[in-house]
């Protein structure tokens, strides 16, 4: 009997081994499946059934960039009507929060947006204030993001990110209250710009700390100081977001620490000697930093050069990389290319950054302390090149690909150890989009059924996309293996004058199309749209992303919707585009998603 049953634990032994082996095998084999899997030769995102309803809220004061002419420029109604970034709630406990919003307008005016009346009333004008404010190229430039302080409601404290051209040599650098008397300049000088380690400084994002000493009626009466200058190297992917944690109180570690995403100017995605810059510790774009603008806040930790904020540098919460000899201590993330937006889910604690990728991969990220997001090594889950005839290609668009490296790390100067970068937990390729927009969990009332979806777009083309905020999070683990899916929500819209059809399926790049020539807009002989850019001689331009056709074969018509996302205070939803200068709100759910 105990011959037999040791026989028999010896065969069950044996089965769990090959078992196992078997269950590792399949693992690794799904594993290389996927690396392995080549760039999609078509659009891979598709319709589920699932339809949400648009209307109309509000529309912008027209307005255009402005080139190298004066401020404000002249309006041209063949480029974008109204360019919209961002959509703010006043904090609960401030005299107004119920009555009205903030808007960023990236052409150099902080609005004041009316809820009942939807009428806009200008409360800071930038260009006026700011004689290097800087529009063009202004594919992310101008006035880009605001956040409000965690205590606004007692301190009137909000925070802006605006860019300069500092070439202007002949323009004063420090702002003027000539044109705004209730504007107290006394705690403003300029700060040194944190200039990058290499190439040349050709663009600067300036980060600002207002406060308003009656934030009760509809004008800005107070102060402004300048809190940090980060230059750039090229065009585009200056300082794209600002954002204070939701879930931080008074006495936590966290509370009123400033987050602060940073584009890489472009200098990863060129060869030379800006490529390694989102890889460097030793300068600012291509990061998430942390900041506390509040020096009084906890005067133990280390003050900056400038002595306009505090870098979190004691205690378990330090920023990670306070004791690198050569990094930033400001430095929180890395490795990104330009995380333009980002939000936090509080709910399940996470902070999200949408990151537009290069020439092949949209991604969204979940960001942690101290991550390295891959950016120019890698792009979407793909290893990037840079440089010779494979340049701006991931591995899987390069016969014969080249192999994943093994082990799966990056050399980073100043650390001891390489690092393995974190791959993004949902990515689209650029058969379905472009640039993705602004992305935000679902945590409102209107819409029941898509509580819990992440919701985004691609900006170009005005594609509207979900997918589910629990298999991203579940996507951390196995990643990069596996990604969450992404679904494309049908938009149904009522247009003006429209009663008798009624509410219909559209496209969000025709619904912007429509208003664009309703509110005056003059279409190019070639494209619907506007693009948002000009060339050399200062000639809007129409290409973007709609020359080519949708994934169902109908042609787009030429130029870019730029569509983008914002949410309230209540969790609800509205769709933004530059193309029309329009804010929609997204109001009810016309078919649910599948059950999965």
Same mark, same amino acid.
């Given at each position: 009997?105990?011959?037999?049953?040791?026989?028999?634990?010896?065969?069950?032994?044996?089965?769990?081994?090959?078992?196992?082996?078997?269950?590792?095998?399949?693992?690794?084999?799904?594993?290389?499946?996927?690396?392995?899997?080549?760039?999609?030769?078509?659009?891979?995102?598709?319709?589920?059934?699932?339809?949400?309803?648009?209307?109309?809220?509000? *529309?912008?004061?027209? /307005? *255009?960039?402005?080139?190298?002419?004066?401020?404000? !420029?002249?309006?041209?109604?063949?480029?974008?009507?109204?360019? *919209?970034?961002?959509? =703010?709630?006043?904090?609960?406990?401030?005299?107004?929060?119920?009555?009205?919003?903030?808007?960023?307008?990236?052409?150099?005016?902080l609005?004041?947006?009316?809820?009942?009346?939807?009428?806009?009333?200008?409360?800071?004008?930038?260009?006026?204030? +700011?004689?290097?404010?800087? #529009?063009?190229?202004?594919?992310?430039?101008?006035?880009? /993001?605001? !956040?409000?302080?965690?205590?606004?409601a007692?301190?009137?404290?909000?925070?802006?990110?605006?860019?300069?051209?500092?070439?202007?040599?002949?323009?004063?650098?420090?702002?003027?209250?000539?044109?705004?008397?209730?504007?107290?300049?006394?705690?403003?000088? @300029?700060?040194?710009?944190?200039?990058v380690? !290499?190439? @040349?400084?050709? $663009?600067?994002?300036?980060?600002?700390?207002?406060?308003? /000493?009656?934030i009760?009626n509809?004008?800005?009466?107070?102060?402004?100081?300048?809190?940090?200058?980060?230059?750039?190297?090229?065009?585009?992917?200056?300082?794209?977001?600002?954002?204070?944690?939701?879930?931080?109180?008074?006495?936590?570690?966290? $509370?009123g620490?400033?987050?602060?995403?940073?584009?890489?100017?472009?200098?990863?995605?060129?060869?030379?000697?800006?490529?390694?810059?989102?890889?460097r510790?030793?300068?600012?774009?291509?990061?998430?930093?942390?900041i506390?603008?509040? &020096?009084?806040?906890?005067?133990?930790d280390?003050?900056?050069?400038?002595?306009?904020?505090?870098?979190?540098? #004691?205690?378990?919460?330090?920023?990670?990389?306070?004791?690198?000899?050569?990094?930033?201590?400001?430095?929180?993330? $890395?490795?990104?290319?330009?995380?333009?937006?980002?939000?936090?889910?509080?709910?399940?604690? #996470?902070?999200?950054?949408?990151?537009?990728?290069?020439?092949?991969?949209?991604?969204?990220?979940?960001?942690?302390?101290?991550?390295? +997001?891959?950016?120019?090594?890698?792009?979407?889950?793909?290893?990037?090149?840079?440089?010779?005839?494979?340049?701006?290609?991931?591995?899987?668009? =390069?016969?014969?690909?080249?192999?994943?490296?093994?082990?799966?790390?990056?050399v980073?100067?100043?650390l001891?150890?390489?690092?393995?970068?974190?791959?993004?937990?949902?990515?689209?390729?650029?058969?379905?989009? =472009?640039?993705?927009?602004?992305?935000?969990? +679902?945590?409102?009332?209107?819409?029941?059924?898509?509580? %819990?979806?992440?919701?985004?777009?691609?900006? *170009?083309?005005?594609?509207?996309?979900?997918?589910?905020l629990?298999?991203?999070?579940?996507a951390?683990?196995? #990643?990069?293996?596996? =990604? !969450?899916?992404?679904?494309? &929500?049908?938009?149904? +819209?009522?247009?003006?004058?429209?009663?008798?059809?009624?509410?219909?399926?559209?496209?969000?790049?025709?619904?912007?199309?429509?208003?664009?020539?309703?509110?005056? %807009? @003059?279409?190019?002989?070639?494209?619907?749209?506007?693009?948002?850019? /000009?060339?050399?001689?200062?000639?809007?331009?129409?290409g973007?992303?709609?020359?080519?056709?949708?994934p169902?074969?109908t042609?787009?018509?030429?130029?870019r919707?730029?569509?983008?996302?914002?949410?309230?205070?209540?969790?609800?939803? $509205?769709?933004?585009?530059?193309?029309d200068?329009?804010?929609?709100?997204?109001?009810?759910?016309v078919?649910?998603?599948?059950a999965?």
């Amino acid at each position: 009997m105990a011959q037999w049953q040791t026989v028999t634990r010896a065969a069950m032994r044996a089965k769990m081994l090959f078992a196992a082996l078997l269950g590792l095998w399949m693992a690794l084999t799904v594993v290389q499946a996927v690396a392995q899997a080549p760039y999609p030769p078509a659009p891979q995102i598709k319709k589920d059934g699932t339809a949400l309803k648009i209307e109309d809220y509000a *529309s912008l004061p027209l /307005s *255009s960039l402005r080139l190298e002419g004066p401020y404000p !420029a002249v309006f041209d109604p063949r480029g974008q009507l109204g360019k *919209s970034n961002m959509l =703010i709630s006043e904090p609960a406990g401030a005299p107004q929060a119920a009555a009205r919003f903030f808007v960023v307008e990236q052409n150099g005016i902080l609005y004041l947006l009316d809820k009942k009346s939807r009428a806009f009333t200008p409360y800071i004008d930038f260009g006026k204030i +700011y004689a290097r404010f800087n #529009t063009d190229p202004n594919l992310g430039m101008g006035l880009v /993001s605001m !956040a409000f302080d965690p205590d606004y409601a007692k301190n009137g404290r909000f925070y802006t990110v605006h860019t300069e051209n500092p070439r202007r040599k002949d323009d004063p650098q420090a702002p003027r209250n000539a044109a705004m008397s209730s504007l107290d300049l006394s705690l403003h000088k @300029v700060t040194p710009q944190f200039t990058v380690p !290499a190439g @040349v400084t050709l $663009y600067e994002s300036i980060v600002t700390e207002w406060r308003d /000493s009656n934030i009760g009626n509809g004008s800005f009466e107070g102060t402004a100081r300048e809190l940090m200058r980060i230059g750039t190297n090229f065009a585009r992917h200056p300082v794209g977001d600002l954002l204070f944690n939701p879930l931080a109180k008074p006495g936590d570690a966290d $509370y009123g620490n400033l987050y602060i995403s940073t584009g890489d100017g472009e200098a990863g995605e060129r060869a030379g000697v800006t490529h390694p810059v989102p890889q460097r510790l030793d300068a600012l774009p291509g990061k998430i930093l942390r900041i506390t603008p509040d &020096i009084a806040l906890r005067p133990q930790d280390k003050l900056a050069a400038s002595g306009q904020y505090r870098i979190p540098s #004691t205690g378990a919460n330090a920023n990670p990389f306070i004791n690198v000899p050569i990094a930033h201590g400001e430095i929180y993330a $890395y490795g990104l290319r330009n995380p333009h937006r980002i939000s936090w889910d509080a709910p399940t604690n #996470t902070l999200f950054a949408n990151d537009i990728g290069d020439q092949a991969w949209e991604e969204i990220n979940v960001i942690v302390k101290g991550g390295n +997001y891959g950016w120019g090594e890698r792009e979407g889950q793909e290893l990037r090149f840079t440089g010779g005839p494979n340049g701006a290609r991931t591995a899987t668009q =390069i016969d014969p690909q080249p192999p994943q490296p093994s082990p799966d790390t990056l050399v980073v100067d100043g650390l001891d150890q390489p690092v393995k970068p974190l791959y993004p937990v949902a990515t689209f390729s650029h058969r379905d989009g =472009i640039a993705i927009g602004s992305g935000y969990v +679902y945590r409102g009332k209107l819409m029941p059924q898509m509580v %819990g979806k992440y919701f985004f777009t691609d900006i *170009s083309s005005g594609r509207v996309f979900y997918t589910d905020l629990k298999e991203m999070l579940d996507a951390r683990a196995t #990643t990069p293996a596996k =990604i !969450a899916q992404i679904n494309e &929500i049908q938009i149904v +819209y009522q247009g003006p004058g429209e009663d008798a059809k009624g509410a219909v399926k559209r496209r969000m790049f025709d619904i912007v199309a429509d208003a664009f020539v309703r509110k005056g %807009g @003059v279409r190019s002989k070639n494209c619907v749209l506007p693009d948002g850019s /000009s060339n050399a001689e200062g000639v809007i331009t129409c290409g973007g992303r709609g020359q080519g056709k949708d994934p169902d074969g109908t042609p787009w018509g030429g130029g870019r919707a730029d569509v983008r996302f914002a949410v309230d205070g209540d969790g609800e939803l $509205y769709l933004m585009s530059k193309g029309d200068g329009m804010i929609r709100k997204l109001t009810a759910v016309v078919a649910a998603p599948p059950a999965r």
